[in-house]
């Protein structure tokens, strides 16, 4: 499985941009993909997840209402993505794209749900 994320950039507040992570290898429909981001220094942290299958969604409650999650596994090739609009410089981190196999305790943001990470794309929101 090889997971490759692009779209971060230089944005100022309130912009938007959209995350995309192509999911090379995964096939798995009873799984969870989703988005994490990290800051230098701190914990990496969980910001939305969806059912690999693309039932279900959940977001973390700092970017509620403002990021969006989806999933297009209509093609060979599974791609999720995550719409960020309303952008705050606190957005500003890494995001790493993550994949698991087979999910435990349904939606979960719990870095041990993912088997697969993606190598990064930088976000970075200027004031």
């Known amino acids: 499985v090889q997971l490759v994320e692009s779209g971060g950039g230089s944005v100022q507040a309130g912009g938007s941009l959209r995350l995309s992570c192509a999911a090379s290898?995964?096939?798995?429909?009873?799984?969870?993909m989703g988005w994490f981001r990290q800051v230098p220094g701190k914990e990496r942290e969980g910001v939305a997840t969806?059912?690999?299958?693309?039932?279900?969604?959940?977001?973390t409650p700092s970017v509620k209402g403002r990021f969006t999650i989806s999933l297009d596994n209509t093609k060979s090739q599974n791609t999720v993505y995550l719409q960020m609009n309303s952008l705050k410089p606190e957005d500003t981190a890494m995001y790493y794209c993550?994949?698991?196999?087979?999910?435990?305790?349904?939606?979960?943001?719990?870095?041990?749900?993912?088997?697969?990470w993606g190598q990064g794309t930088q976000v970075t929101v200027s004031s």
């Open positions: 993550a994949a698991g196999d087979r999910r435990r305790y349904g939606l979960s943001l719990e870095r041990s749900e993912y088997d697969y």
């Open positions: 290898g995964y096939t798995s429909t009873s799984g969870l």
């Open positions: 969806i059912y690999s299958s693309g039932e279900h969604s959940y977001h």
